[in-house]
């Protein structure tokens, strides 16, 4: 079992940046790829970001291309999503997740483990 807890979240002003955090506990690390979630009120929940167990490898949604750089920390326990430029789309609860095995995937339905989310909001 794998427990994730997400902070970092908050209130920002268009352009600002913000950075999430998600540490994990329970079993091995490092053996698992992990991605980012968001879900805006009354929309689906869509794919942002996602890294391979070892770190080397990223893929992102083309809307956060470019602002938005995810990384991890293996010897942490900790996955980060850097924010930069922020818009006000970007307004959503942000999810952490973590699948067995260690490629990177941006399909929700093969995640494992899942965060309770943290507020992120981008005022115009």
């Known amino acids: 079992q794998v427990q994730l807890v997400e902070s970092g979240g908050g209130l920002v002003q268009a352009g600002g940046s913000l950075r999430l955090s998600c540490a994990a506990s329970?079993?091995?690390?490092?053996?698992?790829?992990s991605a980012w979630f968001r879900q805006a009120a009354g929309k689906e929940r869509e794919f942002v970001a996602t890294?391979?167990?070892?770190?080397?490898?990223?893929y992102y949604a083309d809307s956060v291309k470019g602002r938005f750089t995810i990384s991890r920390d293996n010897a942490k326990n900790t996955v980060y999503l850097q924010m930069n430029s922020l818009k006000p789309e970007d307004t959503a609860v942000y999810y952490c997740?973590?699948?067995?095995?260690?490629?990177?995937?941006?399909?929700?339905?093969?995640?494992?483990?899942w965060g309770q989310g943290t507020q992120v909001t981008v005022s115009s």
């Open positions: 997740a973590f699948k067995s095995g260690s490629s990177w995937s941006s399909v929700r339905g093969v995640y494992d483990y």
């Open positions: 329970g079993r091995t690390f490092s053996a698992y790829a």
């Open positions: 890294i391979a167990a070892s770190g080397r490898s990223t």
